[in-house]
């Protein structure tokens, strides 16, 4: 699965990981861009990165 940035750019699951921890240690807003890089996708992309990580669908 790839992620990419309001401004285009393609990033893997491994670089997201790395930008969130560099964020976490460096930015006291870090949480929040988090939140809307989250908010950014689309259902589909969320449900995808979900299968991918938990090896199935949520319980609604």
């Keep these: 699965m790839q992620f ?3 401004t285009g750019r393609l990033f893997s699951v491994e ?4 930008l969130l ?5 460096t930015d ?3 949480e929040a861009k988090w939140r809307g ?17 938990w090896g199935d669908k ?3």
């Design 4 to 6: 990419r940035s309001q």
């Design 15 to 18: 670089e997201v990981i790395d």
């Design 21 to 25: 921890v560099s964020l976490v240690a």
């Design 28 to 30: 006291s807003k870090a």
């Design 37 to 53: 890089f989250y908010n950014s996708l689309s259902a589909s992309e969320l449900q995808d990165e979900w299968e991918e990580c």
């Design 58 to 60: 949520p319980s609604r």
